[in-house]
């Protein structure tokens, strides 16, 4: 069984820090997601990382994706209270066959303090 | 991408009562799923909604709790069958497009069952 594990599991900051979120895995994974969720609202994609050693920056956000495949961080730098929310990595594992299925990790949920 | 259109957005209902949720998405998606998801926390999946067949549940989900239908590429309903409390949670559905690893996912049912 193919199993994410994201850390830390809560964080709660001051505006202007920076922070970074681990998602490991045991496993390769053919892609990662990174997911933001609001309350009352569903995930919303934030980035695809495909290669290995890749690098996105997405504004304030960087995401990397490890060099075998295996983890990925995600790094805020100088948060804002708008970057409140809870923030889920998910792996594509395609060995299932077709696009299978997504393994989400546990999430981190994310307060930013004015 | 895709948007999906998920309702209820929320419901309360009486224990030993059934209720579906509907998903529709507004282009061809190749795979459906229905999550589970407690406020804050991720997200598991309860089964994959195949067209024109029966659905494929993970394991601790059956298909006479949680019957699920998809009539077409577009569309799938998941009924939460003879409710207990402990069946509150918000309920997702999501769609993977042709050749994407990617999923969207609607806005999310919160069910109250009391």
């Known amino acids: 069984t193919q199993l994410l594990e994201q850390s830390p599991q809560f964080l709660s900051i001051q505006e202007g820090e920076n922070l970074t979120v681990y998602c490991n895995s045991s496993?390769?994974?053919?892609?990662l997601q990174w997911y933001r969720q609001e309350p009352g609202e569903g995930p919303v994609l934030l980035v695809t990382v495909v290669t290995g050693g890749e690098v996105k920056k997405l504004k304030r956000l960087t995401f990397q994706f490890g060099d075998a495949r295996k983890d990925s961080s995600l790094h805020i730098t100088a948060a804002q209270p708008g970057d409140t929310g809870l923030y889920l990595c998910a792996g594509a594992d395609k060995l299932l066959g077709s696009q299978g299925n997504l393994i989400f990790g546990k999430g981190t949920k994310l307060s930013v303090k004015p | 991408s895709a948007v999906i259109s998920q309702k209820p957005s929320r419901d309360i209902c009486q224990r030993g009562t059934s209720l579906t949720i509907q998903c529709q998405v507004d282009?061809?998606?190749?795979?459906m799923f229905w999550y589970r998801q407690q406020p804050g926390q991720s997200l598991t999946l309860i089964a994959t909604a195949n067209q024109g067949s029966e659905a494929t549940y993970e394991s601790g989900f059956v298909i006479d709790k949680f019957p699920i239908s998809r009539p077409n590429l577009t569309f799938s309903t998941l009924t939460v069958s003879n409710m207990s409390p402990e069946d509150s949670s918000i309920y997702l559905c999501s769609g993977l497009g042709q050749g994407a690893a990617e999923a969207f996912f609607g806005q999310g049912t919160r069910l109250t069952v009391v």
């Open positions: 496993s390769v994974f053919s892609s």
């Open positions: 282009s061809q998606v190749t795979m």
